[in-house]
């Protein structure tokens, strides 16, 4: 016998009544904006789809978004082997545990804005600590204000460093939760350390893992503030990732059709790109 | 297949350890005859996973050897010992199928894939696991994944010992009966030697044809489970093998007679030694009602189906005696009668008379 209530339902809706505030409003007067043009004087006229495509078309647009798959692509390429990497090397045990806890941690303490700003002030080329090793005590050719190619790689380790941490932790999350009768048992069978990571740790680790990556994407597709302090977008639009173009647009050139339009692009790719990883990763668990 | 050796084994888990009770094994000196099946039973902490993870190899003894036959094994690593373990909860690889599960142990050996197949098969068959070969074993039951350690470790030709470690501690009770006759069918089926570990009695005595009862890091008795019930060496042995227990008394020794709460109690045979603390010890199934005898009062009687355990007070000592039926009733004064050739004196704990010449 299954009895049916519908009472649950009530106790939702404050939380729906919340979400509607804090989320589905302001999102609806995106969409509000994205469909009508206005000059001012709280006057709309309907444009339709007109924006979508005006940006889809645009140049502008593609480049900031190749720029941005092209900077997701590398950190994730880094930042999960490291992470693994780093959490295999970190003891299980012991007191050096706490300590190389809170250090993992303490990058991902910082205000991003202060970690911009640090990194800013580290590379910069003549007074930075770094800028000026690799200038006057190596010889390389550095500097991200003016190289396009340095602004990157300057970038990239930065985001390396706020955010590698991340996959450290959940990745030693996973590791410490194995017993150690598996390794025990890997030992007897003869396992090399290469099987021991293939059939025992990563296994073990790819729930964490799939969250990582998840997490690592999102955050990294969705960055604004680190490279906006530490590059401004620049050297020309080299580091312009689409949040930065997004906030040019929007609050620069004050074109808020457009703007909104693009959200709205941005925002699918991001829920279609999460969704489709998270499909991919978690097939196998379904047979 | 190989006669294991142990000899003046120690251990401690402490980098300096000073006095014996800083070790987590105190002396060990066993020989486990090849092809035997053997438990070692003690309670939690005793030192048992300590040894049976030194047999294994997973970790190094402080002092002593251990030999595989006549060859010096202490100082190898697990994987060339040549044994198997099965643990408390078993292991198995994820990612793999049952076959896969079974073959690795043989793949990491590099061994050739036609005969891996023959193995797998053969071990599947023996294991009842054969339509599950293609299967993820992540999916499995306890009792199954349970089976598939126990394969990977069977797998090989070349085992010397297989080890288990409480293996039925995470398996349902209706399937653990199951698990432990097949256990000893696959025991006289590939004839390795077997040291199975436990804190649970009754999986020791119907595994092993003997048992090497453990505490405190040392090894109280060794022997058959006929003997470990019949004639405890030590109270302890008496006290943990037995449901209930052997009855532990305070006594006093006079000739061959020990006085207990004042009464006389005739004893299996003379007593040696003097000094130290004495007990009468006596097993339940010992203690008999009459009609004359040492009196005593019953304070419980509990049904457990086969028989009562009678709970009594004899002065101030409590003890049990076990009554096939026609238990007495509750709070009723009965008269004791302690079988002789049952009744022993332990000093300090060991057993301190001697058999009567039969």
Redo the contacts between chains.
Sequence with gaps: MRTENQKAWFFVLPVLALVAFNALVPMMTVVNYSVQETFGNNQFFWEGLGWFEQILRSDRFQAALGRQFLFTFLILIIEVPLGIIVALSMPRKGFWVPVCLVLMALPMLIPWNVVGSMWNIFTLPKIGLMGYFLNDVLGINYDMTQQPLSAWITVIVMDVWHWTSLVVLLCYAGLVSIPDAYYQAAKIDGASPWSVFRYIQLPKMKTVLTIAILLRFMDSFNIYTEPFVLTGGGPGNSTTLLSIDLVKIALGQFDLGPAAAMSLIYFAITLLVSWVFYTLMTKDDAQ | MAQINLSNLKHSYMPAPKGPEDYALKEIDVTWRDGGAYALLGPSGCGKSTLL?II???LTPSEGQILFDDRDVTAL???QRN???V???P?I????TVGENLA??LK??GVDAATIKRRVDEIAEMLDVTDMLNT?ASGLSPDNKQKI?MG??LVRDDVNAVMFDEPLTVIDPHLKWKLRSKLKELHQRVKATMIYVTHDQTEALTFADEVVVMQEGEVVQIGTPVELFERPQHTFVGHFIGSPGMNVLPCEVKGDRAVFEGHEVMLEGPTRGDGGRTDLGIRPEYVGFGETGIPAQVTKVSDIGRHYVVSAMVGNTALKAVAEHNAPNLGSHVFLQFKPEQSRVYRDGWIATEERAQ
């Design positions: 993870n294994s190899g997973l690593p697990p994987d044994i198997a373990q643990f408390q909860f292991v690889y994820d990612t793999m690795f142990p990491n050996r993820r350690s990977r470790g």
